[in-house]
């Protein structure tokens, strides 16, 4: 027995040992070539990046298009080759920018594209938005080199900053809980040998990437606050992700720099009055001052009083919520201009870390500069359309996705941006405030959702839903549609607005076209709904 033992231990740390040699040999020889960790893809499923972005297609009728064909994109497609004369604007992020909680028509590219149609009908226009949720800059990159080399861009807006801390946590977290296999598999393929050998075995088939909705299974991620509780990142591990996001923007300006494809880099806002699924309580104030003997003046003074010693006192995860109720009191207290100092200091201490922090702004802005690409303030221009210096609820259903007002404010003020720089061809007539006036009385005035393709929102019967926190609202709409449809086939608005759900999915042109037709028969020759069929039969070949 003890032999036996002995044989098995030597031939362990004889394997180790010819293993170290290996490594040691392929790092010296450099044959497996330097590596950049940036250039390795996120280990987390819903990261991954299915390229090429584009698939050649033909139309029906012989028009040849490249079409979006990642399952967490909505449908989309551009004319190839790219007639002489079009303009073709690319966008790229995470689920900010691709509107997550609505239709693809609330983000700011699209509304983007509907001004400037509007603008300069006669200018060739194609706009396409490659926001994929839960992608950091380490994935955005990797999209913009595959559509610099392979799409042809006139102009690429990049709007991403929210999830650069979703990897080190969630990584963190496994390491955490990895038994003693996992952690050895885990250190394997961080070897130079590993990543050697790993193309002489064939690369594994790509596998198109979790889709959004299936996101939305508990399942398949964890909370915020179950990492949180378990996992601590000092400020060594802030600085190291804000340089590893600067050098990923960095890498983008030089390749669309070198490419001669106009660049503008967005900094990245967030709702500074977000403290999560709940607000604060309301008693906060008598809980921070709990004297019974105390006049409502005097309380606010003496809460006031306590926060002002907390926060001096606290440098722990806690700040963040000292310095958020902080804020909250001053709000109501009128002193606003404190009050959004505090909210942006919660903000920046949030141990959550899923907002893009003031010093990652800071770096859109020095490589824009560097780089020569346009640096657009995304949080300057939401901090000033609102009656207070507050960037809130009033533009984000939650911490970070935009609502439809949030959404064409930013559009509005792009728009003019790149008027001015020479791209949008309308004589500069053209009134983008005016956009949004009509816009957001249009929205305000909706009992229920448009039907049309293009102004259609994603909340279906339920306009309550514009405010309704849930990420996954849109996900539940969609059953709520289905079902609506199962209990009454003669729904008419129901199948519309399935209808354009399915015309925004990938393969979901026959579905849309279906649902199309159900509806037309309830209601012959509507015009709304025969222009969305003939839409998606034009573009999709559907029959």
């Not at 598999?185 to 590993?194: C, E």
């Not at 990142?233 to 804000?242: P, S």
């Not at 503008?264 to 709702?271: E, F, G, I, K, Y």
């Not at 709940?278 to 005097?298: I, Q, T």
């Amino acid at each position: 027995m003890r032999q036996s033992l002995f044989f098995l231990c030597g031939t362990l740390l004889l394997a180790a040992l010819m293993l170290l040699a290996l490594e040691g040999g392929v790092r010296l020889t450099g044959l497996a070539g330097t590596h950049d960790p940036r250039d390795a893809a996120s280990r987390l499923p819903y990261q991954q990046v299915l390229l090429p972005v584009f698939a050649e297609e033909t139309r029906p009728d012989g028009t040849r298009v490249l079409e979006t064909h990642d399952p967490r994109l909505p449908y989309q497609q551009v004319l190839h080759p790219k007639p002489e004369g079009t303009l073709r604007v690319v966008a790229f992020g995470g689920s900010a920018t691709a509107g997550l909680g609505f239709s693809p028509n609330v983000t700011f590219a699209r509304y983007l594209e509907r001004m400037w149609r509007e603008a300069a009908p006669d200018q060739e226009l194609e706009v396409v938005n490659l926001g994929v949720v839960a992608l950091a800059s380490k994935q955005v990159r990797r999209l913009v080199d595959d559509v610099i080399e392979n799409a042809a861009p006139d102009l690429l807006l990049v709007y991403s900053g929210n999830n650069e801390f979703l990897e080190i946590h969630a990584e963190r977290y496994a390491e955490a809980h990895a038994n003693s296999l996992e952690r050895f598999r885990s250190a394997l393929a961080r070897t130079h040998l590993f990543r050697l050998l790993k193309p002489l075995v064939g690369a594994p088939a790509q596998v198109a990437p979790t889709s959004t909705r299936d996101l939305a299974r508990g399942d398949l991620r964890l909370t915020q606050d179950e990492i949180i509780r378990d996992i601590e990142l000092d400020e060594e591990d802030r600085r190291d992700v804000v340089d590893a996001y600067a050098l990923n923007l960095d890498h983008i300006a030089q390749v669309a720099l070198q490419a001669e494809v106009p660049l503008v880099l967005m900094s990245v806002a967030s709702n500074w009055q977000w403290r999560g699924r709940e607000d604060l309580p309301g008693d906060y104030v008598m809980r921070l001052a709990p004297a019974s003997d105390l006049e409502p003046a005097a309380r606010r003074e003496a809460a006031l009083e306590t926060l002002d010693r907390r926060i001096d006192e606290n440098r722990d995860e806690q700040r963040h919520e000292w310095l958020f109720q902080r804020a909250t009191l001053l709000a109501e207290d009128g002193d606003w201009k404190a009050a959004a100092r505090d909210y942006r200091a919660a903000m920046n201490a949030d141990p959550h870390l899923r907002r893009a922090l003031d010093a990652m702004n800071e770096q859109v802005e020095r490589v824009a500069t560097n780089r020569s690409a346009t640096f657009f303030d995304t949080v300057g221009v939401l901090e000033g359309r609102g009656p207070q210096p507050v960037v809130g609820f009033a533009d984000f259903y939650d911490y970070v996705h935009m609502t439809p007002r949030g959404a064409v404010s930013v559009a509005a003020e792009l728009f003019d941006v790149l008027r001015a720089e020479g791209f949008v061809q309308d004589g500069g007539a053209y009134s983008s405030e005016h956009f949004v006036r009509q816009e957001e009385a249009r929205i305000a005035a909706l009992e229920r959702d448009a039907l049309s393709l293009d102004l259609w929102l994603g909340v279906g019967h339920d306009v309550a839903r514009i405010e309704d926190r849930d990420l996954w609202k849109y996900q539940a709409m969609r059953e709520e549609l289905d079902q609506r449809i199962a209990r009454d086939p003669k729904d008419f608005e129901a199948l519309v607005y399935r209808g354009n759900a399915r015309a925004h999915e990938p393969g979901g042109a026959a579905g849309a076209v279906d649902d199309y037709r159900a509806a037309l028969e309830i209601h012959p020759g509507h015009p709304i709904v025969s222009r969305n069929l003939a839409r998606v039969r034009l573009e999709r070949g559907a029959r």
